[in-house]
């Protein structure tokens, strides 16, 4: 697979997906690809993170059978739990980097407020 991928690669890639559906997730943007010019016309271009993400797609409307609606909440909650898992891994990152007695103290607060 390379970095870029066009509608038709994706299509065949993907199974399950079709290019009505393709065009609703761009269209609600559930998936936001690229856009290049491709002899004076705008085509969409999808990056590997756009192909996963359309798999999670097709998997989430196909196995569990969400609507449009529900398939928006589900992957917002996804990207949300994306987002705070980078943000705990900052935050231990920081916290290794500081000294003995730092972390030692940190992890206590972290015991005290998990009660």
């Given at each position: 697979?390379?970095d870029?991928?066009?509608?038709?690669?994706?299509?065949?890639?993907?199974?399950g997906?079709?290019?009505?559906?393709?065009?609703?997730?761009?269209?609600?943007?559930?998936?936001?690809?690229?856009?290049?010019?491709?002899?004076?016309?705008?085509?969409?271009?999808?990056?590997?993170?756009?192909?996963?993400?359309?798999?999670?797609?097709?998997?989430?409307?196909?196995?569990?059978?969400?609507?449009?609606?529900?398939?928006?909440?589900?992957?917002?909650?996804?990207?949300?739990?994306?987002?705070?898992?980078?943000d705990?891994?900052?935050?231990?990152?920081a916290?290794?980097?500081?000294p003995?007695?730092?972390?030692?103290?940190?992890?206590?607060?972290?015991?005290?407020?998990?009660?």
């Open positions: 697979m390379t870029h991928l066009t509608e038709d690669e994706v299509l065949v890639a993907i199974p997906l079709t290019r009505t559906r393709l065009l609703a997730f761009v269209e609600s943007e559930l998936i936001i690809p690229l856009r290049w010019e491709n002899a004076g016309d705008p085509v969409h271009v999808f990056r590997r993170v756009d192909c996963a993400r359309l798999h999670l797609l097709c998997d989430l409307t196909d196995g569990l059978e969400l609507d449009e609606t529900a398939l928006g909440v589900v992957i917002t909650l996804i990207d949300q739990l994306h987002a705070t898992r980078k705990l891994l900052a935050i231990a990152r916290v290794d980097g500081e003995p007695d730092v972390r030692a103290r940190i992890g206590s607060a972290i015991v005290r407020f998990q009660r």
